[in-house]
């Protein structure tokens, strides 16, 4: 039988699984934490949540969302653009790269 701490560290096992294997999708994640909201208690929300900012504190993900937002900020218009365009997509880290040479 699962049991409710049994569910919470699957759940947290799951989210530092993901930091091993890159894998970043906050739109993804927010959905995750807003349903298990209302089905936990503050302390393994909490849990669940300190998981989160931790995988997305650390890592390659972090310093390339840095990288880019910092040169958006300095006036880029294609780290501008892909910045943009992550949004529209929910927050996706994919990159799609054009290439228009013919």
């Keep these: 039988m699962r049991t409710k ?4 560290r699957e759940l947290v096992a799951g989210i530092r ?10 739109a993804e994640d927010l959905k995750a ?11 393994d929300f909490a849990m669940m949540l300190d998981a989160m900012v931790e995988k997305y504190a650390a890592g390659e ?31 996706s880290d994919e990159v799609v790269i054009v290439d228009d040479i013919g």
Excluded: F
Aim: glycine share 8%; charged share 25%; net charge positive.
């Design 33 to 43: 934490l807003q349903t298990q909201y209302k089905r936990l208690g503050k302390k």
């Design 61 to 91: 993900y972090a310093a390339i969302h840095a990288a880019l937002v910092q040169k958006a900020r300095s006036g880029d218009i294609d780290a501008i653009k892909m910045y943009r365009e992550m949004q529209a997509s929910g927050g």
């Design 17 to 26: 699984q993901a930091v091993e294997q890159e894998i970043y999708n906050p």
């Design 5 to 8: 701490s049994g569910s919470v």
